[in-house]
């Protein structure tokens, strides 16, 4: 069943054209990655087939009888209620029908109806007709049904009191998916749904979607969850949509390879049989006007035809721009970093008079590095992972235990929510104060990180956030760092200038810490993980999949300092 047809739809803004003819069939149960780089059109496909906007040109006819949710990338909640309150709320039709049964309840209760007896048989037809209306919609199990959704995302009984303005980004896009499903959505539509989620929660969100009956789009650069979840890979590029069915991410990146290889081998092919009709039209031409010969003139103007019937292969476009990322580091110490003994607490002024009023983040942390290695730091969201980036950077005064940095080591931090940016500042003035250089070097340089000479003379604060993290990232090439700290580096970049970073990674002489939930990138550059589990680090020696596998299995993890 077709739930959704675009023909021939287009929207721009302003002069800019982001999606143009796009013609596209979305078939029930179908789970689809939409995938593209930065500006593409992918939230703005999202959006217009949630009727959030209307194309400019084309048609999209969507069936009536299918309910569509839209989860945008930054979900519109109300902060003031409960996480409980909020899921609840989005059952708008089940809340008016509830509304109605209350309404006719108090109605058969007043005296003037009870002593009519027709006012009253009316009343208790209509309570009859609300009643089977609530029971089709399974209104009697709704609140066990969106129990058991938020269990599912992660939320347990404690956490459904809490006020939606004290969640993490990450818990706000669960809340907000979790409305979709309570508005009993048929259709999901997901635009990044998981942002700023540690992998626990990410692997709840990726088991959801794979277990939803419905269909699914998802805009999302975790390549590794759209392996878990997509059948189907809708590619926007250029402000068009080339569909790879059966695709999973991985098996797209390859078969797009594969595609535009062919479409290569054939715009060559034809560009050579278009050169030999172009010789031969010219030879024609040439002897018509030499002996006056109308067969001659008749074989040019036939060939001529010929070429203009021609179905033209578009030249392809076998390597993009990429964003221009040299990290060249240097050798310098060979221990980088020993960590001994580490605590880190805070101070909690609302702790009772029994309580000792700290919260302690990291308890008896140990740590060795050597140079060249490549090491991940994984916990969930709030462990104590950035806090030990800023002890290491010291930002922050460990409670207890000693921290030591080799020597001959020069630090690079990227910050996860871009701190080491001044708002403030043009994208010229920033790089001239990491490195002094005239104006017209700075707007060359910033050109290899895909950024237009008019936007070079704009304030940092007005960037998206891929673009600021493209300009963290040019800061870092700039710094002459032989260690990296990255914490999260990949949130908010689209694949190809992930890609970029992985290539970067790899070829950097020196020493990477990360914290990344990236678990694609995490297989493509770490050789070793630290879990931050209670305060303490313990290592896997491994990537990723190598961590998932031992963790899971409650072994293979080794205390670190032990």
């Not at 269990?151 to 669960?174: N, Y």
């Not at 760092?481 to 999260?488: A, G, P, T």
Request: proline letters at 4%; a negative charge.
């Amino acid at each position: 069943m077709i739930i959704a047809s675009l023909h021939d739809v287009t929207f721009a803004y302003g002069a800019r054209t982001v999606l143009d003819g796009l013609c596209w069939q979305i078939q029930a149960g179908q789970k689809v990655g939409v995938v593209g780089p930065n500006g593409a059109g992918k939230s703005t496909l999202l959006r217009l087939i949630g009727g959030e906007l209307s194309p400019e040109r084309g048609t999209i006819v969507r069936d009536r009888s299918v309910r569509i949710g839209y989860l945008a990338q930054q979900p519109r909640l109300h902060a003031q209620r409960s996480v409980w309150q909020e899921v609840l709320s989005a059952a708008t039709a089940l809340a008016r029908v509830q509304a109605e049964l209350r309404r006719l309840e108090q109605r058969m209760a007043d005296p003037q109806v009870c002593d009519d007896a027709a006012a009253l048989e009316r009343t208790m037809a209509a309570y009859d007709r609300a009643q089977a209306e609530l029971e089709h919609m399974d209104g009697y199990a709704h609140e066990a049904h969106v129990r058991e959704v938020l269990h599912a995302l992660g939320f347990d009984d404690a956490s459904l009191d809490q006020p939606v303005g004290t969640l993490s980004g990450g818990q706000k896009k669960l809340v907000g998916l979790a409305r979709l499903l309570s508005a009993r959505a048929d259709v999901l539509l997901l635009d990044e749904p998981d942002n700023h989620l540690d992998l626990a929660h990410k692997e709840q969100l990726e088991a959801f979607i794979a277990g939803f009956e419905g269909t699914v789009l998802i805009v999302s650069h975790d390549r590794y969850l759209l392996d878990q979840t997509v059948g189907d890979i809708a590619e926007i590029e250029d402000g068009r949509l080339t569909f790879y069915p059966g695709h999973t991410y991985s098996a797209y990146a390859v078969e797009k390879q594969v595609r535009l290889l062919r479409q290569q081998q054939r715009y060559a092919a034809q560009q050579k049989e278009i050169a030999r009709i172009e010789a031969a039209i010219a030879r024609f031409e040439l002897w018509a006007s030499m002996v006056v010969n109308e067969r001659h003139a008749r074989q040019a103007r036939s060939r001529r035809k010929m070429l203009e019937r021609m179905d033209r292969v578009e030249r392809p476009v076998l390597e993009r721009r990429r964003m221009g990322l040299q990290l060249e580091g240097w050798r310098g110490s060979t221990k980088v970093l020993e960590i001994n003994a580490l605590d880190k607490a805070f101070p909690q002024p609302e702790a009772g008079p029994e309580g000792d009023g700290e919260n302690v983040v990291l308890a008896g942390v140990n740590l060795l590095l050597y140079h060249g290695e490549r090491v991940g730091l994984l916990g969930p969201n709030g462990s104590g992972k950035s806090v030990l980036l800023r002890c290491i950077l010291g930002i922050e005064e460990p409670t207890g235990g000693h921290i030591t940095v080799g020597p001959s080591v020069r630090i690079g931090y990227y910050a996860q929510e871009h701190e080491t940016l001044d708002p403030t500042l043009t994208l010229i003035e920033q790089v001239r104060r990491t490195r002094p250089m005239y104006d017209q070097e700075a707007v060359s340089f910033l050109g290899r990180f895909l950024f237009p000479y008019e936007m070079t003379r704009q304030p940092v604060g007005t960037l998206s956030g891929g673009e600021r993290s493209r300009l963290q990232l040019a800061m870092l090439m700039l710094s002459g760092c032989n260690f990296l700290l990255l914490d999260e580096p990949t949130n908010n970049l689209d694949l190809p200038s992930a890609e970029a970073l992985e290539g970067a990674l790899d070829e950097f002489e020196g020493t990477v810490l990360v914290v990344s939930h990236d678990r694609y990138f995490l297989d493509r550059v770490v050789e070793r993980i630290v879990d931050l589990e209670e305060g303490a680090l313990v290592e896997y020696p491994g990537d990723y999949s190598y961590y998932r596998e031992h963790h899971r299995r409650g072994h293979g993890g080794v205390a670190t300092g032990t």
